[in-house]
């Protein structure tokens, strides 16, 4: 394997904390453990870059991995060991129970199927983990003969016990100081490589989802949902990569592990994990018919109740599963909540609790290519630094830099707020790192993003209370209003029902003698400067000659239209886009001198809005001849709104029934009239 520049930087930032991933998987698949046990002992052998040291490491993880994991038919061979020599040393994964009967604790061993080896108290109490669901850890396996000779005796016992997890606590200092020797994208990369992929194979929005799939293990109560495709590893990262995460494969969830036992008190998963997952979520129920509400409960408030008493818990709840069809399909017969299970899908209570749908559709299939040999962090490092981050919080960040659109909810803004926090932890371990306008920009916008997909599916299912999903931001005081939507939805070159960005303007031109109506988007950008400048080249004459109407109009009437702003010290930038047969852009005066007003004011124009007319020096709005048939293409091309001049009125009486009722047609005197109905109030 050749070391690149990011493999030099991570192990001279990291000394002692990285490993090779390509070994781990090589010691994976010969051995039956998660890959964190295998990298625990890479961790203490392989962390350096020195070949020859690389290669002494691995003989003696072979060796410990070879002579204490229990592979199938060796369980005998081990308990002879056990006896011949008095104790023997196995890696496996531990759990225990209270046998009532002799008010004992016993442990369970399940590579050499015993069920009943004693364990001390004390033992116990020091590794709770181990009356849930279980850790793995290295165990030295005693032998008594005489407790052999005794009826109902039990030999075998636990004499040592060493958990498999990082035993130094101080390490989010050695993070958040090796992370300041890394710009933003390559820190990410980093962390992909940590968790085995390898970043330079992966799309942007493949990365940002992986990356998303880590927000759980860093926050609080965080809820998340991955439908998608088969095959994409999701259940990965909480099954191999950190021992406080606990996966339950589909079929039964108890109320008493999930929760807490009300027969022995004892607390359950969300107690004892970072984070819990559900695989094959669609097969999930529970063992008793308010176990999706106390669910529901505890993703609310992160408190459940056992008898009088308020049991409060910080592990996050994962539910991931598959589409049996491509997204496309699964919006057209449903929702994408359709794969959960019945109790759950069309709960839109229970979605409401959802702070993100994770797009699995967005992680390519895994194969070898996506497999880093590279350097990464060991992941029991990471994943002790990754527990001991959900104690912070970076919500203190957006205070006076990001403001929220009038569209978010109370648990729209905490969802959100959730988000933006843990991936900031995650990209800026340091508490105390000035976040970048653009990292907390990009943090921002994906989580409105995941977010508003869960909204989208609570409108699909027909509750009014969610109608209104045009999630917006602004950055600073001064900054323009932006709207974020969900790519599934809509493409860039379809109507969507969201507010462009401030600048944008949907048009239909009536055409002319050589030219035929068709659908068009003006984009316009300001900056300093002076002058309107149109980008495309060569440029129509026909919207050449509407840009000027509309340019000496804006100069003309500016306090009417955009107040004490001055157009004559701004440079404005024009991009005509067709998205018909028609290029000429002809009679576009009006949406022209809208999306010139929209830049200057940094406003939006509303959501499906199709803006018609034209307008002379003078001012005055010229006739539309083929109002009806403006009108018809507007509602093929899923116009919401259909904006045009007050003189259309008469000839729009022949719009059939049909068509009049599919989409909303509003009138405007002039110009000024025109900007207020077109823009977002």
Not at 192 to 208: I, M, Q, T, Y
Not at 310 to 329: K, Q, T, W, Y
């Amino acid at each position: 394997m050749q070391l690149d520049e990011l493999d030099r930087k991570a192990s001279e930032a990291f000394e002692g904390y990285v490993v090779r991933k390509d070994l781990v998987r090589t010691f994976s698949r010969q051995f039956p453990v998660p890959t964190y046990v295998v990298e625990f002992l890479l961790g203490r052998y392989c962390a350096t870059t020195d070949d020859t040291e690389i290669q002494e490491g691995i003989e003696i993880v072979q060796r410990q991995l070879g002579s204490r994991t229990v592979k199938a038919g060796e369980e005998e061979l081990f308990k002879a060991r056990a006896r011949e020599s008095g104790s023997v040393k196995i890696i496996d994964i531990v759990t225990a129970r209270l046998d009532a009967k002799t008010d004992s604790y016993v442990a369970s061993l399940p590579s050499l199927r015993l069920n009943d080896v004693r364990i001390t108290p004390e033992t116990v109490r020091e590794h709770e983990r181990m009356l849930t669901g279980g850790f793995y850890a290295e165990v030295t396996l005693g032998y008594d003969a005489s407790i052999a000779q005794e009826k109902g005796g039990r030999p075998f016992g636990v004499d040592g016990l060493r958990a498999i997890q990082l035993s130094k606590r101080e390490v989010l200092d050695e993070l958040a100081k090796g992370r300041g020797q890394f710009t933003t994208p390559e820190w990410r990369d980093l962390l992909l490589r940590s968790v085995g992929f390898e970043p330079g194979d992966l799309a942007e929005r493949a990365k940002d989802a992986l990356l998303l799939r880590m927000v759980p293990f860093v926050e609080r109560n965080y809820n998340l949902v991955e439908l998608g495709p088969r095959g994409t590893g999701k259940s990965h990262l909480f099954q191999q990569i950190s021992p406080y995460a606990h996966l339950i494969s589909g079929g039964k969830a108890t109320v008493a592990r999930m929760f807490v036992n009300n027969q022995n008190g004892q607390r359950g998963l969300v107690c004892q994990y970072d984070v819990v997952c559900f695989d094959e979520v669609s097969g999930v129920s529970f063992d008793q018919k308010d176990g999706v509400n106390i669910m529901k409960g505890y993703m609310e408030s992160g408190e459940f109740s056992r008898g009088k008493e308020s049991i409060r818990a910080d592990g996050s709840i994962v539910l991931v599963g598959n589409f049996d069809v491509d997204v496309e399909h699964q919006q057209r017969v449903g929702h994408l909540f359709g794969p959960l299970p019945p109790e759950m899908r069309d709960d839109t209570a229970f979605m409401d609790r959802i702070h993100c749908f994770l797009p699995g559709w967005d992680v390519p299939k895994l194969n070898p290519s996506l497999f880093t040999d590279h350097f990464g962090l060991v992941s029991d490092f990471l994943s002790e630094c990754f527990t001991q981050l959900r104690g912070q919080s970076r919500v203190s960040t957006l205070q006076g830099r990001v403001f929220w659109g009038g569209a978010l909810s109370g648990r729209d803004l905490n969802a959100v707020n959730k988000t933006v926090s843990g991936l900031l932890k995650l990209i800026y371990p340091d508490a105390g790192a000035q976040v970048s306008d653009e990292d907390l920009e990009w943090a921002v916008r994906l989580a409105l993003e995941v977010r508003r997909r869960v909204k989208e599916q609570q409108k699909r299912i027909g509750a009014a209370e969610f109608r209104n999903t045009h999630f917006s931001y602004t950055m600073g005081a001064e900054g323009v209003e932006k709207f974020v939507v969900t790519p599934e939805l809509r493409s860039d070159n379809t109507l969507g029902i969201d507010p462009l960005e401030a600048g944008q303007v949907w048009t239909i031109s009536p055409g002319g003698t050589d030219d035929n109506p068709g659908l068009y988007r003006i984009e316009v950008n300001e900056g300093p400067g002076s002058g309107v400048r149109i980008m495309n080249k060569p440029t129509p004459p026909a919207f050449q000659e509407s840009m000027r109407y509309a340019e000496q109009n804006l100069y003309a009437r500016s306090v009417q239209l955009v107040g004490d702003r001055d157009p004559r010290s701004h440079e404005f930038s024009v991009q005509l886009r067709a998205f018909d047969a028609a290029k000429s852009g002809a009679k576009l005066g009006v949406p022209a001198l809208i999306a010139l007003s929209s830049a200057l004011l940094r406003k939006s124009v509303r959501g499906g809005l199709v803006v018609v007319g034209e307008i002379n020096l003078g001012g005055s709005i010229e006739p539309v001849h083929n109002a009806v048939n403006i009108a018809e293409i507007a509602i093929e091309k899923g116009a919401q709104a259909l904006l045009m001049p007050v003189n259309c009125r008469r000839q729009l009486n022949e719009l059939s029934d049909d068509m009049a009722t599919k989409v909303d047609i509003q009138f405007y005197l002039d110009a000024r009239d025109a900007l207020l109905k077109a823009l977002v109030e």
